[in-house]
């Protein structure tokens, strides 16, 4: 009987996470990497921007001053999606064409103060501040929200406005889409399994091996094995978390350690700081038993071959199914293997 080669057969894969399927056309990358290795000019920032509004002591586009801050900084979005004081009111006169509002509030979390930093160049300590913000966000918003979305939007590719370096929250009373089908999925296999779904994956992951980027002692980052974008990663912990505050202090270590890890190696991809969208999936905040659901982030970044060629959603993806070429494995591999010494560190040694 003929085997399902992964890496010469066009072929399906099936995302439990979501219910949905992705194609895979490895055979379009049979040739060996060719992709051309830009050498994009250092982007060196100031590390004070008097012009950007997330700086320290500087003016918003509303005319607040943003306090002299010297850690994070985290304030209500301006310019908020979600509303808290939005009127409860279900229109459903149309079972076609129903709607209903919801309660939310959204905040911008400043990283740090230095304008010209990542989160792949802050010190790990630095990098756990972070962490910590997230954490709290969580436990004080989740008394009165639902769903607690934490997530960074990072480059200009990714309609990111502003470089500084930052993320935002968005709280809200319904479960959106996406963490609704992951909250479905993860109660069906629970049920019929009574395992968790995807704590039984990564011990698979951990067999097999090959879609491992970085792992230490309590996180694993892999390219799912049904991943989509082109270097989508998953970072997961080892044991059962539902959500970010129930971690220990040693997990939070781990975690700004494998997170800064990941990020360099993102970023020594294309020798560029690597755009993409991450964010945290945990278990939502309501008081319904969540035992199915495991605490993960996900990171969807667009670029494909070099550090201005992204992948476009388009076409047959757009009417049909997602779709890639190279394959889940060859994509771990490349990030696997890059270097654990962010490109700019290695450069500036070399001129030394
Ligand atoms: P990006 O992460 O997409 O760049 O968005 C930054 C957020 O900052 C954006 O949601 C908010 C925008 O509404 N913002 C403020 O709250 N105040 C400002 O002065 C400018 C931008
Ligand atoms: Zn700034």
């Given at each position: 009987?003929?085997?399902?080669?992964?890496?010469?057969?066009?072929?399906?894969?099936?995302?439990p996470l979501?219910g949905?399927?992705?194609?895979?056309?490895?055979?379009?990358?049979?040739?060996?990497?060719?992709?051309?290795?830009?050498?994009?000019?250092?982007?060196?920032?100031?590390?004070?921007?008097?012009?950007?509004?997330?700086?320290?002591?500087?003016?918003?586009?509303?005319?607040?001053?943003?306090?002299?801050?010297?850690?994070?900084?985290?304030?209500?979005?301006?310019?908020?999606?979600?509303?808290?004081?939005?009127?409860?009111?279900?229109?459903?006169?149309?079972?076609?064409?129903?709607?209903?509002?919801?309660?939310?509030?959204?905040?911008?979390?400043?990283?740090?103060?230095?304008?010209?930093?990542?989160?792949?160049?802050?010190?790990?300590?630095?990098?756990?501040?972070?962490?910590?913000?997230?954490?709290?966000?969580?436990?004080?918003?989740?008394?009165?929200?639902?769903?607690?979305?934490?997530?960074?939007?990072?480059?200009?590719?990714?309609?990111?406005?502003?470089?500084?370096?930052?993320?935002?929250?968005?709280?809200?009373?319904?479960?959106?889409?996406?963490?609704?089908k992951e909250d479905r999925q993860q109660v069906l296999y629970f049920k019929e399994n009574d395992s968790i779904m995807l704590l039984d994956y990564?011990?698979?992951?951990?067999?097999?091996?090959?879609?491992?980027?970085?792992?230490?002692?309590?996180?694993?980052?892999?390219?799912?094995?049904?991943?989509?974008?082109?270097?989508?990663?998953?970072?997961?912990?080892?044991?059962h978390v539902l959500?970010?505050?129930?971690?220990?202090?040693?997990?939070?270590?781990?975690?700004?350690?494998?997170?800064?890890?990941?990020?360099?190696?993102?970023?020594?991809?294309?020798?560029?700081?690597?755009?993409?969208?991450?964010?945290?999936?945990?278990a939502p905040?309501?008081?319904g038993n969540y035992t199915h659901w495991q605490l993960h982030?996900?990171?969807?970044?667009?670029?494909?071959?070099?550090?201005?060629?992204?992948?476009?959603?388009?076409?047959?993806?757009?009417?049909?199914?997602?779709?890639?070429?190279?394959?889940?494995?060859?994509?771990?591999?490349?990030?696997?293997?890059?270097?654990?010494?962010?490109?700019?560190?290695?450069?500036?040694?070399?001129?030394?």
């Amino acid at each position: 009987m003929i085997q399902l080669s992964f890496s010469d057969h066009p072929h399906r894969r099936y995302n439990p996470l979501s219910g949905e399927w992705v194609l895979v056309s490895p055979h379009r990358t049979k040739r060996p990497w060719r992709g051309k290795q830009e050498t994009t000019p250092s982007q060196n920032r100031p590390s004070y921007d008097p012009k950007c509004y997330l700086c320290p002591g500087n003016a918003r586009a509303n005319g607040k001053i943003n306090p002299k801050y010297s850690s994070t900084y985290v304030f209500t979005n301006d310019f908020a999606a979600l509303l808290s004081n939005t009127p409860t009111v279900k229109n459903s006169i149309n079972p076609l064409m129903q709607s209903e509002s919801l309660q939310g509030t959204c905040r911008v979390i400043c990283f740090s103060p230095r304008h010209d930093l990542t989160l792949a160049e802050m010190s790990i300590e630095e990098v756990q501040c972070v962490i910590d913000v997230w954490a709290d966000q969580v436990t004080e918003l989740g008394k009165r929200y639902r769903w607690i979305q934490i997530f960074e939007n990072k480059g200009e590719i990714m309609g990111c406005s502003n470089p500084h370096p930052h993320g935002q929250v968005w709280a809200e009373t319904v479960l959106p889409s996406e963490p609704f089908k992951e909250d479905r999925q993860q109660v069906l296999y629970f049920k019929e399994n009574d395992s968790i779904m995807l704590l039984d994956y990564i011990n698979i992951e951990y067999e097999q091996k090959d879609r491992i980027v970085v792992e230490n002692e309590h996180w694993i980052a892999i390219v799912p094995f049904w991943a989509f974008w082109p270097f989508e990663t998953m970072l997961l912990p080892r044991r059962h978390v539902l959500r970010l505050p129930e971690l220990a202090i040693a997990e939070k270590v781990s975690l700004s350690k494998i997170l800064k890890n990941l990020l360099i190696k993102y970023d020594n991809l294309f020798n560029v700081s690597f755009p993409y969208t991450m964010g945290w999936h945990g278990a939502p905040t309501d008081p319904g038993n969540y035992t199915h659901w495991q605490l993960h982030a996900h990171f969807y970044p667009p670029l494909l071959r070099s550090s201005t060629v992204k992948k476009f959603v388009v076409g047959y993806e757009m009417l049909s199914e997602a779709q890639r070429d190279l394959t889940q494995e060859q994509a771990a591999g490349r990030l696997r293997n890059l270097s654990d010494i962010h490109y700019k560190l290695r450069d500036s040694q070399v001129k030394e």
